[in-house]
């Protein structure tokens, strides 16, 4: 099923501000929160779609990219991976609500009041984020224009399989923080001129995870993650370009003691083509014919990104002339729409002449017909191509 457009999903136009898109979301995710509606699959869903959204529209780099190439731009076209905000959990979307709803770290969020704080062993404790990794592959025009599914091995941070992710030695090392109780946050009341204030902060003792570590393991040294490789399944769309960058949400660093992993952002690297050169969605080639076969006319074969293609040269094809395969070009992301094969024909001359060929063009020199007759509105190659794209 085709994923609805962020803007629709939380009823903004496109050159809304930050702050109206952030009203919006916070709108949205009271209005479907889980406590809210239980049981009730098609809030969860609401409520997942406006978290993706938000995560897209909040980012001005993701911004971007939607603005420009759509779900494709942040790999909303493809499964693997889960690109974008597609990959999105429940801790990914909770761990949003201190900045949407200003809450302190130990569960001051309005859920709490809103929903009997049903979802503070979610949202209430401190959960750490990875970093994100940046990583470039190379594709070939074929790649680009078919659409490709690349398998690349990353170095990075990964869970530890010795504690998963634990960072404790086993199961009898890992006990509920005396301090905090297991909440991952303290509170503390003080008297002030307007009456008692409460206030929230991060258990310093387990620094908000809401356990303590008495034996740490010994392949992470208790920080739950270590370095090593991942070969991850990266599915390309068809029609991305060069310098352009896809997000895969989860699929950075992991994060330590369990939190959310970092995403894996991909930057695009076109290979340049040997006889192809792109200009948007179109490819041109450069065809050079000899001034006999402009001339006589002749049929020829010229390469295409899906192979061969044969085409007709009229009799007396002027140098300059552009020539049009529909449809062989680059496909639009997000669109059923595809470019075109531009054919620019270049007349070849001879620089070395036998003696019998130069007697030949000898006589021609003469005849009428080997007159230049310039046109009064010749105009230039990049004349052409500027009326032609236009």
Request: net charge positive.
């Amino acid at each position: 099923m085709s994923k609805r457009d962020y803007y629709d999903v939380l009823g903004v136009s496109r050159n809304t501000s930050a702050e109206e898109i952030k009203k919006a979301y916070r709108k949205l995710a009271i209005k479907f929160h889980p406590d809210k509606n239980p049981d009730d699959k098609s809030a969860e869903d609401k409520f997942k779609e406006a978290a993706e959204a938000y995560e897209i529209l909040s980012n001005p780099e993701k911004k971007q990219r939607y603005d420009h190439y759509g779900h494709a731009g942040v790999g909303g076209a493809s499964g693997g991976g889960g690109y974008g905000g597609g990959g999105m959990n429940m801790e990914d979307i909770f761990s949003q609500f201190g900045d949407i709803f200003g809450s302190g770290a130990g569960g001051g969020s309005p859920f709490e009041s809103f929903f009997g704080g049903g979802q503070q062993s979610r949202s209430g404790r401190r959960v750490s984020k990875g970093t994100n990794l940046r990583i470039k592959v190379k594709l070939t025009l074929e790649e680009i224009a078919n659409g490709t599914e690349k398998k690349i091995k990353v170095n990075k941070q990964i869970v530890c399989k010795t504690c998963d992710g634990s960072g404790a030695k086993d199961r009898s090392s890992v006990s509920t923080c005396n301090t905090c109780g297991g909440s991952g946050a303290v509170r503390r009341v003080t008297n002030t001129i307007l009456g008692q204030m409460q206030t929230t902060s991060t258990c310093p003792t387990c620094n908000g995870s809401g356990s303590q570590i008495t034996a740490k393991c010994g392949s992470c040294h208790g920080e739950g993650i270590v370095r090593g490789e991942e070969t991850i399944n990266i599915n390309i769309p068809a029609g991305v370009s060069d310098g352009m960058q896809l997000s895969m949400s989860g699929k950075g660093n992991a994060a330590p003691n369990g939190g959310i992993p970092g995403d894996l952002i991909i930057l695009i690297e076109e290979i340049p083509h040997e006889s192809l050169k792109r200009e948007g969605n179109n490819v041109v080639y450069d065809l050079h014919v000899s001034i006999v076969d402009a001339a006589l006319g002749y049929s020829a074969e010229v390469p295409t990104i899906d192979g061969k293609a044969k085409i007709k040269i009229e009799p007396g094809t002027q140098s300059g002339k552009l020539l049009r395969l529909k449809g062989k070009g680059i496909p639009e992301i997000n669109s059923y729409h595809r470019g075109d094969e531009i054919i620019h024909v270049n007349i070849w001359t001879p620089k070395i002449l036998s003696a019998e060929e130069r007697n030949i063009l000898e006589k021609l020199r003469d005849s009428p017909n080997f007159k230049p007759q310039p046109g009064k509105n010749d105009k230039s190659f990049f004349e052409k191509m500027k009326e032609y794209f236009e």
